[in-house]
């Protein structure tokens, strides 16, 4: 996926996937286009139900001194079981990362077009999230990503690990010895999600703003 996604959605919409979401009023998700860097809502196992709270798109491991001018917006699910630092992190921090579509380039003859992946039926897609807490960079989050499906592969090789509701629980569970042969099959299924694509076709500007602007 490029360095952007979209949620649009309101709480009540976010209250029906995610029944008894604890959120406070400081931690509301702006709604729009999410860029890296921006705080962007993420959601852990509460007790009971759900909390949601900001963290900023963009993983800064507890283990680093300083945070990197570029942090990891998205991971490879696959082999990160095995990886000496973020293997602890998937272990014991992970999240859920709600969203109403993301994009994607698509490479044309003529240059690039960006197209928005959502669920065909407008239901929420759920990414599955790692985060973690840095004493400079503050909470900051990652979206796992997998081998795209054969929509999205028409345009990307990669595409967000999308869960659906039993996936979210397996997720969001506090497993004593985290499951590894589990998750590795999960990015092994092929996506049940029926995804649609659609091009993003910029606003033409105005004849009167074109004129105040001559």
Not at 41 to 48: D, Q
Not at 175 to 180: G, K, L, S, T
Request: proline residues 9%; aromatic residues 8%; glycine residues 8%.
């Amino acid at each position: 996926m490029c360095g952007c996604y979209e949620l649009k959605a309101r709480i009540r919409a976010l209250n029906r996937r995610f029944p008894q979401l604890h959120l406070d009023h400081g931690e509301q998700p702006r709604s729009g286009e999410m860029q890296p860097n921006d705080p962007v809502l993420m959601i852990t196992a509460g007790s009971p139900g759900f909390v949601g709270s900001l963290a900023g798109w963009g993983l800064v491991g507890s283990f680093l001194d300083q945070p990197p001018r570029s942090p990891l917006l998205t991971l490879p699910g696959e082999g990160l079981a095995s990886k000496p630092f973020y293997s602890k992190i998937l272990k014991r921090n992970r999240c859920l990362i709600p969203a109403t579509a993301f994009h994607e380039w698509q490479t044309l003859a003529d240059g690039k077009q960006k197209m928005r992946i959502s669920e065909a039926n407008g239901e929420l897609l759920i990414f599955a999230g790692i985060f973690d807490h840095h004493p400079l960079a503050g909470t900051t989050c990652a979206i796992l990503t997998t081998a795209a499906d054969a929509t999205v592969g028409r345009i990307h090789p990669r595409m967000p690990v999308i869960l659906d509701r039993d996936e979210c629980s397996f997720w969001l569970s506090d497993h004593a010895d985290f499951p590894e042969a589990d998750f590795a099959a999960m990015l092994d299924t092929p996506s049940p999600h029926a995804l649609t694509m659609e091009a993003i076709i910029a606003a033409e500007p105005s004849p009167q703003l074109s004129l105040a602007f001559a």
